[in-house]
């Protein structure tokens, strides 16, 4: 008898991790996406070939696309600087400007500002960014709802479908940049408990169109994997 007591004692304490029920996860995602908005950085940028730092003006030439397509579809506009624009084109010659070029990677200077459209998604609280909703999104169904864990973290793994109402600018500008959103979508999502808190926190998502398969892999890197 007391051999047994002990064997109990000393046999290890399974306990199972934190649960997140159906019901919860899809309310947690539709909540996270409700609040869903694409930023597009407003005011005077520098285009630089490598090392960007948009918190200091310098943004890289993808992001210098992504704006090129949203003044087509006429949320904002750019204005290039023209003194810069004419020493690229030999109209005139700069030290600054050769050393801007050559030594520090600068390929353009700009200046963007909104349209009456882009006002429209002015917030004074981030004076320096248009807040663009990217559309409303429902969960229609979840294939997967796992536990994972990672060391002492417990984690949760979801894999979704969902539909979406886009809004039909930001639509527009993923098609431009090259990328057909569909209705109908599906996506791989990893969270993180947090035990002080007691919630659960993204960590990785990767989406694709239902009929497509994902082009990247977040969540699998984030779990080592």
Do not use: C
Not at 56 to 79: H, M, P, R, T
Not at 83 to 100: D, I, L, M
Not at 115 to 141: H, M, Y
Not at 185 to 203: G, H, T, Y
């Amino acid at each position: 008898t007391i051999f047994a007591f002990v064997s109990i004692l000393s046999a290890p304490i399974v306990m199972a991790g934190p649960s997140m029920f159906d019901r919860e996860a899809k309310a947690l995602i539709e909540e996270e996406w409700s609040s869903s908005k694409h930023l597009v950085p407003i005011g005077d940028y520098t285009v630089v070939r490598e090392g960007w730092n948009i918190e200091k003006g310098l943004i890289s030439n993808d992001l210098y696309n992504s704006l090129v397509a949203w003044s087509k579809i006429g949320v904002i506009s750019i204005e290039s600087d023209k003194k810069y624009e004419n020493f690229k084109q030999g109209k005139e010659f700069s030290v600054n400007q050769w050393f801007q070029m050559t030594q520090q990677g600068v390929v353009r200077k700009i200046s963007v500002a909104p349209t009456d459209i882009g006002r429209k998604f002015f917030d004074p609280a981030k004076p320096k960014v248009l807040s663009i909703p990217t559309g409303r999104s429902r969960v229609t169904d979840i294939a997967k709802n796992e536990e994972r864990k990672k060391g002492i973290d417990d984690y949760r793994l979801i894999m979704v479908s969902y539909e979406v109402e886009w809004n039909p600018l930001y639509k527009q500008h993923a098609q431009i940049m090259g990328n057909a959103l569909a209705e109908k979508r599906k996506a791989i999502m990893l969270f993180k408990f947090d035990p002080f808190s007691s919630k659960w926190n993204w960590v990785a998502v990767d989406y694709a169109n239902a009929n497509e398969g994902f082009k990247s892999d977040r969540v699998a890197t984030a779990l080592g994997r």
